[in-house]
Every structure is written in structure tokens, then in C-alpha cells.
């Protein structure tokens, strides 16, 4: 695939993105004509959806940048104008080949901004500073980004611009960083799209661009994947071993300022899968911060070669012959175990910081703002005051939470479980003498007395209430923890 140069003409983006906002180019527009899987569509579907495309001004855009298809210019024209057609030339995310327009790049609805970047891919043939779309791993990083108003953003690696423009919103001044050029391109363009003004792009290698500045909000989804191969800027870090990884969670911490929270996916090496997090504590140590980290998917080092060299799969000897060379690799580095996760952490002043980490199902995942500033609360009091602190706290159960009771054919219940209906949507299976408890923590009750007035209202004796008690403690911390409750008072 030949090299093209974006041009990072943010006025002739802006005409583009005005012309897509008339048009009324949205997801729901795109999943109204395409069906839900429509936005997400791949080369190889993008075929087979053109032909579900009726004539209308939206269809001839969705054709043309989502699904990568040339259309004729006089479509073009009458979808977005003569001069959303003049600007998507100049910029160069499409060329003329006589009557027809032809696509050079992918523009598309996400996260509700626009973005722009490189055509599907085509696997092997991808040139090495191609930029990805919005990626899966793009989506857990926009969850798990807490979006709290602040001064200074800092998104490293920013690719398209995705969690730069995101953060744009709402943040006063936003840094992106990348060490390739066109992505740099793609990122002025994507803000032109959207009317924002407020990004600015810096050249350079992780950190290295920013040195002595500090931030509010740190976010990054560089190349963490762990791999022997140097081939292509959006997935190879080109550092031995998970040492990009280690370098982006040390340095968020020390460019954070205080109260300042970062969110970043990394991967960690571990000898086996008994103790997959050692190292990420390692990392952690001493920086200042709290830190919840979250495992999304953990592998070992067959199954996690095979998941990034997918594009071999329909040739068996080179696929064997990578997966031969990646087990090698990760031989040598004597890991067993491969864990892909986030790391958030959040800048305190105080004497004592926790690390917390928990499994999430990526499958799950979704907007987590809200749950990471209840954590961050969480950790915060039980770093300071020891886990006890929920006994003197006021807790309440956060509004996204739900109970689910699944009975027997007699209507017993046989099991009850506490299910947070956002963010990393964890679920917990309780006693339901437990559940009632958790029901009067009402933000006015100290746990103590939420113990007492369950064990009244269910009539329970002394060493029941005790037994009541002791499984509900440990309930609440971690509950609390996990972003369940808010903290309405810190003390009685
Ligand atoms: C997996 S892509 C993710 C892009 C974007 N952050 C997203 O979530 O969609 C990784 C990005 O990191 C950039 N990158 C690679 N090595 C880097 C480094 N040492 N410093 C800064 N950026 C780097 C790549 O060029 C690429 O744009």
C-alpha cells in the first residue's frame, strides 16, 4: 500500500465535518440503514453492506467513508456539497479518478465525534505508520476515563486523536502526542471535524514532548503489546519485553498533578498465571499514587501470539512459523503469562496509597467515569484510615445498582446477587441477610447500626447478628471498593 501525507488542514476539515452534521451522518443513522454491527464493519463486510445501501445522500456517504467504496462525484456533491468535496480532496482523504471519487482514508461517527484515519486494513500490507481506526482497545480506554472537568489533559500515542478529542471536551487545554507524523495529521484533522480548538499535537516519544509538565488527566493506549517484531508504530512499542509499559505507568505517575487521575492500558509479564500482577506492584511502588488496576484479558504466550498474528490465519506455515518465533521470544523473557489491562491511578497527598486490582470482562465494559471517582474515593479513606474506616462511614448504595433474585419452582430464593449496571458492571453473589443490610446503608447509618436494624427486622439472635456482621464487613469493604456505594460522609 503506497504512503500518503494527510494534510492537517483543520479550516477544510471543519467544512467537512459541517457537511457530515448536514447530512445527518451519525451512528444511529449508519446502524438505521446497516444494522448495529454497520459501524463496526470490516473490508470484507464493507462488500457485502454497499449492496444493502439504498440511493439517498446519507447512503452515498456512508458508502464512501465508512465502508471505504468510491462513489461518483456527482453523489459526492449532492450528499455534501461542492465544498465537502473540494475539502475531502484537499485534504486528501479522497482522490478523483475521473468521475468517481475514491476513498484514500476512513472518516466515521464514534463516541459521538467524528473521526478520521487510515482504510480498513489490509493486514501484512499495511505500511508501517498506518493509523488504526477506533479500535476495541480504544473503546475500554474511552470507558475507563474518568471525565471530570479539568485544566490540562495529556493523551500519549494519540493515533487518530480519539481520547484527545474526548477529553477535549472537557478540558480546558489538551496535549497529543505520537511519534508518527500522519498520526499527528489524522488528529488536527479529526479536531477540525469537530470544531475543536482546544488540542494541540506534539511529536515525540511517550513522554519526551511533555518532560516537566504536569497534568490533570493522563490518558494512553500506546503499543503495549508484547511482541519480538518492530513492524507497524500502532502495535509494536519496539521496547524489549513490557518495558513500554512499565515506562508509560512510572512516568503518568510522576507527570500527574495532584488529585490528577490517569488511565492507562498496559501490558505486564508474569512467570505464570498464579501471580500474573507482581510486576505491575513493582511499577506502582511509591508513586504517589492510588491505583486500580484492571485486568482484561490474560494469556499465555501461545494463545496471546496466535490472537495478534490473526492475519496469518489462512496461511498455516507462516502462522506457525511467527507463533514458533513469538514462543521463542517470550522463552527467553522466562513468561508464562501475558496480562493486557488498564491501569488508573490517582495522584494524593498523603502518607499511605493503595493498589487495588480486580478481573474485569471486557465483553461487559462500559461508561465508567462515575464508578472510578467512587473507587478513588473508596481507596483514598481506606488508605488513610485502614480498611475499618467503613464502620464510621456514611455509605449508600449507588443508583446504578440493582438486585437480582433467582428463586426456586416453590419461589424460594436460591440465590441473590448485587449487579452494578455500569462501568465494569461487576455483580457479587450475597446472603440475603446481607442484602437487606446493604439496603439500610442509607448514607445516614453508620454500618453498625445497618447491622443492628437488620437483625431486629429479621428477628435474628446474638450469634446470628455477630455471624451477620462479620459476612457483611467484608461484603461492604469490597463492595466499597469496587465503586458500589457512595461516600456521603467520611465519618459518623
Ligand atoms: C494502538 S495505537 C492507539 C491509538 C489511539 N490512542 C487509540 O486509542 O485509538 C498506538 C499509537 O501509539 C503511537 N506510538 C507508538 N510508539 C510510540 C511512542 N514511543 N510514543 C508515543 N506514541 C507512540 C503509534 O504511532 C499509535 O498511533
Redesign the pocket.
Known sequence: MNVWDPSPDRAAAAIVGDALRAVGYTTEAIEELLGDDGPSADLAESVVLERRLPRSAIATTIRLLLLQRPVTTIDAAAALGHDGVDALLGIGLVTADGERLVPRARLVPAEGIYLA?DGFSRGQDDPP?W?????P??YW??SLTPRRRVERAL?????????ALLAAAHANHVIA????PR?LAFTQISAGLNGIENVETRL???F?PVAGETFDLI???????ISPERR????????PGDQ?SERVVREAALHLADGGHASV?VSWLAESEDDPDERIHEWLEGNGCDAWVLGLSGADPLDHAAGWNEHFTGDPDTMGAALDEWAEYFAALAAGWITEGAVLLRKRDGDHHVVRADPVDEEELEFASDQIERVFAALALVAEEGASAVTEARLMLTDEVRFEQELDRHGEVQETRIVLDEGTCFDFELESETAELLITLDGHTTFDEAVERTARRLELGKREAAELRHDALRVVRELFEQGFFELVRVHA
Open positions: 484515519f505508520g493509523v488504526s481506526s477506533f479500535t482497545t480504544a480506554l474511552a493523551d500519549i500515542g494519540t493515533g487518530n486523536g480519539a481520547h502526542t505520537d511519534v508518527n498520526a515525540g516519544s511517550l519526551e490518558t494512553c493506549n500506546a503499543p503495549y503489546v507497524w508504530q500502532y502495535r509494536d512499542g519496539g521496547l513500554l492500558l
